[in-house]
């Protein structure tokens, strides 16, 4: 069903005042689902006129957007959407800045540490000295990545780590928000056998002190760029910036769509949100800002690649992970992120003027909205 958004609004409007032992019948998910294609199909549209723009546009293999130089498309995001996936090793459970997108916000304090002198691969704990035992039962993967908040916390622990899988020929990445970084332990990095890193700039504002540990790590690691969650303040401070990051002759930007957890989303309550495949939920001007971004790249000549890391690469990311794994046909693991959706997220969108349905349609006398103590009864 095509629902408007006036009839939309006042479902939502009620379906956000439930409680948790209120039920959610099979018609108020249609009502709810008809709902979310409605917002999801507009948002598509305005993305597609954008994508209309960027003359260079290219694609991976279908699976991903993004504009320049093909051979700097980062090798961490071709193992993660062409290969066996991120394969992602966790290590550090502390981090010294707070940034209101992050997925841990406002947990730090209740993160478990992954065990001392132990090492998290593939939800497994490892000490460094069973890596030889794991690279020699399993199949080595195309590619795995450092993650889990900041490890420059620490980043002495890592060198040996890298220097082994690097002795085994995996493509490795880091993540890292580039504030502890110093010539010493980039160059001790890059020494270690670290492929790639990736610095989260928008973590910092877009610190001088950060874009000046990009040009240092060029000096030391084959691969570097920036990986940042598209946000309106990252955007705003990049094209402020944007000669000095150029400067720095980094190799690519991965402009992350800001998909938001139970711990971030009410950082952004009243911005306009939307739900992609019933999964990730995002404010819409994410995706936006990044084909905005990627026109102005495509448009200059960057010698660089922007990524367009949005949330149909993600649902792409699953899927080629879940065939490597030999998963049933379809199989995927991307799913949405709350255990109940939080509608009262939604009402900013429909209630705004300038965002438009492409079609509606009265709705069946059964689906209509009507007095509450009826809808109790739906």
Not at 13 to 31: G, V
Not at 35 to 58: C, H, P, S, W
Not at 175 to 181: D, E
């Amino acid at each position: 069903m095509k629902i408007s958004k006036k009839d939309a609004l006042l479902w939502f409007d009620y379906f956000s005042q439930l409680t948790e032992k209120d039920e959610i019948t099979a018609k108020h998910e249609e009502i709810i689902y008809a709902t979310f294609a409605q917002i999801e199909t507009a948002v598509d549209y305005r993305n597609e006129r954008l994508m209309e723009e960027i003359k260079g546009l290219k694609t991976l293999e279908n699976r991903t957007y993004f504009v320049g130089n093909d051979d700097k498309f980062p090798k961490g995001c071709r193992s993660c959407l062409l290969g066996t996936g991120l394969s992602a090793i966790r290590k550090t459970n502390k981090c010294n800045l707070q940034c209101k997108f992050c997925y841990n916000y406002g947990e730090f304090e209740r993160i478990p540490p992954v065990g001392e002198g132990m090492w998290e691969i593939g939800g497994t704990k490892f000490y460094e000295k069973d890596i030889d035992l794991l690279l020699s039962i399993h199949k080595k993967p195309t590619g795995i990545s450092y993650v889990y908040l900041e490890p420059f916390m620490e980043i002495e622990k890592y060198y040996p780590v890298i220097k082994k899988f690097s002795e085994a020929n995996i493509h490795q990445h880091l993540y890292t928000n580039g504030t502890l970084a110093t010539e010493e332990n980039l160059k001790a990095l890059g020494e270690a056998g670290l492929d790639e890193i990736r610095f989260n700039l928008g973590a910092s504002n877009c610190s001088d002190k950060v874009i000046k540990n990009i040009g240092i790590a060029k000096k030391y690691i084959k691969s570097v760029g920036i990986e940042t969650p598209m946000t309106p303040e990252f955007f705003d401070a990049f094209l402020k910036k944007k000669q000095a990051i150029l400067d720095t002759k980094l190799d690519f930007i991965n402009c992350a769509e800001l998909h938001l957890n139970e711990n971030n989303i009410f950082n952004y309550y009243g911005e306009n949100m939307y739900i992609s495949r019933l999964g990730y939920i995002s404010p819409i001007w994410s995706r936006e800002l990044t084909l905005k971004l990627m026109k102005i790249a495509d448009e200059e000549c960057w010698d660089l690649v922007v990524h367009d890391c949005s949330n149909h690469t993600k649902f792409a990311r699953d899927l080629n992970l879940s065939s490597k794994e030999g998963k049933w046909f379809g199989a995927s693991d991307y799913a949405c992120e709350f255990l109940n959706i939080p509608y009262e997220v939604f009402i900013p969108i429909l209630n705004d003027d300038n965002f438009i349905f492409l079609k509606e349609e009265e709705l069946p006398d059964e689906y209509k909205p009507v007095t509450m103590e009826e809808q109790m009864d739906f």
